[in-house]
């Protein structure tokens, strides 16, 4: 009898009483394969091994959903014997379809919970058959929260349950490669990532390791930046050779200074045919490189940028005219010491490549020439010009460079109307037809001038740079060398007061000999910021030394890290000073190894962090740098323990020299101060942890 209900899902649901189930017949042969090939299709096992759903729903078309098993196929009470329905005049029933051999229940059990039973479809109210179950649809199903508990491992459910079917399958092992060439399955990209780190001399040492080695080892890509300056001693002119010409298509950065392998015609020509592609070639010093062979590197590398030339012998006018054809990138151009050359080459080479900032010629001839000097006035773009040594370059072509020819004068101020020049360095040393009048046109008219060397211009006075210095504020480099006509005013009340004394960092004035302690001392109070001041053969003292090591105390911090190294922050050449004695050599000393105790509010012992090397006279140099290895490796006791002893000996030594009563008593004195100090400089306690040694009868070796 059917009784039609509602689920928890608003399903209608048709409830069926037990029917007494009959005992099946024992089949044989033919029926019961056939009978057991059916229960086999009809298992809920099948589910697990994932088959595909039918493409023609169940729940197709208009239905309604009745119930035909009461063991769902995701109840954890899944039994292995199904059940089919079979029909008979009342309807339907359900009715086990397992053979007596299969182990089983005696009756079906019929879980009471609506909720989890297989459904089926009915059509029009009546019950049509199937010959199988289906499960709830995922929205109708209840959660797991509500399932019953799984059976026992060793109940007869349990094994009622398994089957060849449910079985989980094994996890398969992850096959493992047996052969695995590790760098020939690398990336190439890899490989010459790895070989990048090696120096030229190594890559070529490896090349002969295999035959992909010597591949990868000569890849042009390697070869980007060829720098033979640095290893063309060590390595074989054949291998060069192959080096330059397997990579000529990816140089861009080509150094050859010095590089005697390709001094053969034969060599030069396999290189020039082969880079096509240089950004910046230096040839200096490949003295035996063909004019033709010149010529045609300059025609096939159009994207030069910086092209250096000192001291070729192939080198002409026409040279420079090629370069001002085929080279309109050229920004730095050296052709320094060329001596078949003149300035009529410049200047094609200032009209042909509008780009070129950096122009050097040191002792080229024939910068006189007017046409020349306007024309760099009036492309105004050089910001480095080299002139050193120059001897044509008169005061009238260095005016023309900055002003021009007749240029319009400024009423209220007396000066040409010009745009301001853009030279930042600027070198006229050994110009010797320069004088007060040329150097003076500077004056207004460079204001982003840094460098500055004017040495042995011999014809200049204080005149010529009172109204420059006070014109160039960012001036850093100021060399004075062997101009005898500046004094000490030029230093005191023009260099110590002009805008760029706290940002000056190099001072040369050797062999001024007019200039001593009046104009230096001030200048060493302002020019905090210097690095190197050379004054030999000066007539500066004692006191020089003694401002510049405090002016180096006072702009440097202390440190209370015993274990830091100082560094050098000014270096001072001070040989053949007549005025100079050791007590300023022994002052700067002093100052290097100095420790500071605490005192007051003061916490732990402070270092130096900057010091002072110094050049003096050559009797003392040998105990100077000593004294400056140990301060270097922070060995500071046995730093001050040299400047001590080597004080005491320089004192002995004084007193000896002297007349009078007690002579023997001083100069036995100084004999020990000696030996003393001998000992020092042998190895003390500080050099390597022993005592001083016995004094011995030999004279010093440092002194």
């Given at each position: 009898?059917?009784?039609?209900?509602?689920?928890?899902?608003?399903?209608s649901?048709?409830?069926?009483?037990?029917?007494?189930?009959?005992?099946?017949?024992?089949?044989?042969?033919?029926?019961?394969l056939?009978h057991?090939l059916?229960?086999?299709?009809?298992?809920?096992s099948?589910?697990?091994?994932?088959?595909?759903?039918?493409?023609s729903?169940?729940y197709?078309?208009r239905?309604t959903?009745?119930?035909?098993?009461?063991v769902?196929?995701t109840?954890?009470?899944?039994?292995?014997n199904?059940?089919?329905s079979?029909s008979?005049?009342?309807?339907?029933?359900?009715?086990?379809?397992s053979?007596p051999?299969?182990?089983?229940?005696d009756t079906?059990?019929?879980?009471?919970s609506y909720?989890?039973?297989?459904?089926r479809?009915v059509?029009?109210?009546a019950m049509?058959?199937a010959t199988?179950?289906?499960?709830?649809p995922?929205d109708v199903?209840?959660?797991?929260?509500g399932?019953?508990?799984p059976f026992?491992?060793?109940?007869p459910i349990?094994?009622?349950?398994?089957?060849?079917?449910?079985?989980p399958?094994a996890?398969?092992?992850?096959?493992r490669r047996?052969?695995?060439?590790?760098?020939?399955?690398?990336p190439h990209?890899?490989?010459?990532?790895i070989f990048?780190?090696?120096?030229?001399?190594?890559?070529?040492?490896?090349s002969?390791?295999c035959k992909?080695?010597?591949?990868?080892?000569?890849?042009?890509q390697?070869?980007t930046?060829?720098?033979?300056?640095?290893f063309?001693?060590?390595i074989?002119?054949?291998?060069l050779?192959?080096?330059i010409?397997?990579?000529?298509?990816f140089?861009?950065?080509l150094?050859?200074?010095g590089c005697v392998q390709?001094?053969?015609?034969?060599r030069?020509?396999?290189?020039?045919k082969?880079?096509r592609?240089?950004?910046?070639?230096?040839?200096e010093?490949?003295?035996?490189?063909q004019?033709?062979?010149?010529?045609?590197?300059l025609?096939t590398?159009?994207?030069l940028a910086?092209?250096?030339?000192t001291?070729l012998?192939?080198v002409?006018?026409?040279?420079?005219?090629?370069?001002?054809q085929?080279?309109p990138s050229?920004e730095m151009?050296?052709?320094?010491?060329c001596?078949?050359?003149d300035?009529?080459?410049?200047?094609?080479?200032i009209?042909g490549?509008p780009?070129l900032k950096d122009l050097r010629?040191?002792?080229?001839?024939?910068?006189?020439?007017?046409?020349?000097?306007?024309?760099?006035?009036?492309?105004n773009?050089?910001e480095?010009l080299l002139?050193s040594?120059?001897?044509?370059?008169?005061?009238e072509a260095l005016k023309?460079m900055?002003?021009g020819?007749d240029p319009?004068i400024?009423?209220l101020?007396?000066?040409p109307?010009?745009p301001m020049?853009k030279?930042?360095?600027l070198?006229l040393?050994?110009?010797?037809r320069l004088?007060n009048a040329?150097?003076?046109?500077?004056a207004?008219f460079?204001?982003n001038?840094e460098g500055?060397?004017?040495g042995r211009c011999?014809?200049?006075t204080?005149?010529?740079?009172?109204?420059?210095?006070?014109s160039?504020?960012?001036?850093?480099h100021?060399?004075?060398?062997?101009?005898g006509g500046?004094?000490?005013?030029?230093?005191?009340?023009?260099?110590a007061?002009?805008?760029?004394?706290?940002?000056l960092e190099h001072?040369?004035?050797?062999?001024?000999e007019n200039?001593?302690?009046?104009?230096m001392?001030?200048?060493?109070?302002a020019?905090?910021s210097?690095k190197?001041?050379?004054?030999?053969?000066?007539?500066?003292?004692?006191?020089?030394?003694v401002e510049a090591a405090?002016m180096v105390?006072s702009?440097?911090s202390?440190t209370t890290?015993?274990?830091?190294r100082p560094?050098?922050?000014?270096?001072?050449?001070a040989?053949?000073c007549?005025?100079?004695?050791?007590t300023?050599?022994r002052?700067?000393?002093c100052?290097?190894s100095?420790?500071?105790r605490?005192?007051?509010?003061?916490?732990?012992i402070?270092?130096?962090?900057?010091i002072?090397a110094?050049?003096?006279?050559y009797?003392?140099?040998m105990t100077?740098d000593?004294?400056m290895?140990?301060v270097?490796r922070?060995?500071?006791?046995?730093?001050?323990?040299?400047?001590r002893k080597?004080?005491e000996?320089?004192?002995a030594t004084e007193?000896?020299?002297?007349g009078?009563?007690?002579?023997?008593?001083?100069?036995r004195?100084?004999?020990e101060a000696?030996?003393?100090?001998?000992?020092?400089?042998e190895g003390?306690i500080g050099?390597?942890g022993?005592?001083?040694r016995?004094?011995?009868s030999?004279g010093?070796?440092i002194?």
């Amino acid at each position: 009898m059917a009784i039609e209900a509602e689920g928890s899902a608003g399903i209608s649901i048709e409830r069926s009483e037990a029917i007494p189930i009959e005992t099946p017949t024992r089949r044989k042969g033919r029926a019961k394969l056939l009978h057991g090939l059916q229960r086999i299709s009809s298992s809920p096992s099948l589910a697990q091994l994932g088959r595909r759903r039918a493409a023609s729903s169940p729940y197709s078309g208009r239905s309604t959903l009745s119930c035909v098993s009461l063991v769902s196929a995701t109840s954890p009470r899944n039994y292995d014997n199904s059940y089919s329905s079979q029909s008979s005049g009342a309807g339907y029933s359900t009715a086990p379809t397992s053979i007596p051999s299969t182990p089983g229940l005696d009756t079906p059990f019929f879980d009471g919970s609506y909720d989890r039973v297989p459904i089926r479809r009915v059509e029009h109210g009546a019950m049509t058959p199937a010959t199988s179950t289906s499960a709830l649809p995922l929205d109708v199903r209840p959660m797991s929260r509500g399932a019953l508990p799984p059976f026992a491992e060793h109940s007869p459910i349990h094994e009622i349950l398994e089957d060849y079917f449910s079985l989980p399958l094994a996890p398969r092992k992850p096959s493992r490669r047996t052969s695995f060439d590790f760098w020939g399955e690398m990336p190439h990209e890899i490989k010459l990532t790895i070989f990048s780190y090696l120096e030229p001399k190594q890559l070529v040492r490896a090349s002969i390791v295999c035959k992909h080695f010597h591949e990868i080892c000569f890849d042009g890509q390697l070869w980007t930046c060829f720098d033979a300056s640095e290893f063309y001693k060590e390595i074989p002119a054949e291998s060069l050779a192959k080096i330059i010409v397997t990579a000529g298509p990816f140089v861009k950065d080509l150094n050859l200074r010095g590089c005697v392998q390709v001094e053969h015609y034969k060599r030069a020509e396999v290189i020039v045919k082969a880079c096509r592609n240089l950004m910046n070639a230096t040839l200096e010093g490949c003295r035996n490189f063909q004019r033709s062979t010149l010529h045609n590197l300059l025609r096939t590398n159009d994207r030069l940028a910086n092209l250096n030339l000192t001291g070729l012998t192939a080198v002409n006018n026409g040279t420079c005219k090629i370069i001002a054809q085929s080279c309109p990138s050229l920004e730095m151009f050296n052709v320094s010491w060329c001596a078949h050359m003149d300035a009529r080459g410049i200047r094609a080479v200032i009209l042909g490549c509008p780009k070129l900032k950096d122009l050097r010629a040191r002792e080229v001839r024939g910068f006189n020439n007017l046409d020349l000097a306007q024309d760099i006035f009036e492309t105004n773009r050089l910001e480095r010009l080299l002139l050193s040594g120059c001897t044509d370059i008169t005061d009238e072509a260095l005016k023309t460079m900055i002003v021009g020819k007749d240029p319009e004068i400024d009423i209220l101020t007396d000066l040409p109307v010009v745009p301001m020049r853009k030279l930042r360095h600027l070198d006229l040393s050994r110009c010797t037809r320069l004088t007060n009048a040329g150097i003076k046109s500077l004056a207004g008219f460079v204001p982003n001038l840094e460098g500055l060397q004017l040495g042995r211009c011999t014809a200049l006075t204080d005149n010529a740079l009172s109204d420059l210095l006070a014109s160039t504020p960012r001036l850093t480099h100021l060399d004075l060398e062997e101009i005898g006509g500046l004094t000490n005013t030029l230093l005191s009340e023009h260099l110590a007061k002009a805008p760029c004394a706290p940002y000056l960092e190099h001072l040369s004035i050797s062999y001024c000999e007019n200039l001593g302690d009046t104009g230096m001392l001030p200048v060493i109070r302002a020019c905090t910021s210097l690095k190197s001041v050379d004054m030999d053969n000066t007539r500066i003292s004692d006191l020089v030394l003694v401002e510049a090591a405090a002016m180096v105390r006072s702009r440097s911090s202390r440190t209370t890290c015993a274990n830091s190294r100082p560094r050098v922050g000014l270096s001072i050449v001070a040989f053949d000073c007549q005025n100079m004695t050791w007590t300023g050599v022994r002052e700067v000393l002093c100052r290097n190894s100095e420790v500071k105790r605490p005192t007051g509010g003061q916490e732990g012992i402070t270092y130096p962090t900057e010091i002072i090397a110094l050049k003096c006279f050559y009797g003392w140099q040998m105990t100077v740098d000593e004294h400056m290895k140990r301060v270097l490796r922070g060995d500071l006791p046995a730093a001050s323990r040299l400047e001590r002893k080597w004080g005491e000996y320089m004192m002995a030594t004084e007193e000896a020299g002297v007349g009078g009563s007690g002579l023997r008593r001083r100069r036995r004195r100084a004999r020990e101060a000696q030996m003393i100090h001998a000992d020092e400089e042998e190895g003390g306690i500080g050099m390597d942890g022993f005592g001083r040694r016995r004094a011995r009868s030999n004279g010093c070796q440092i002194m």
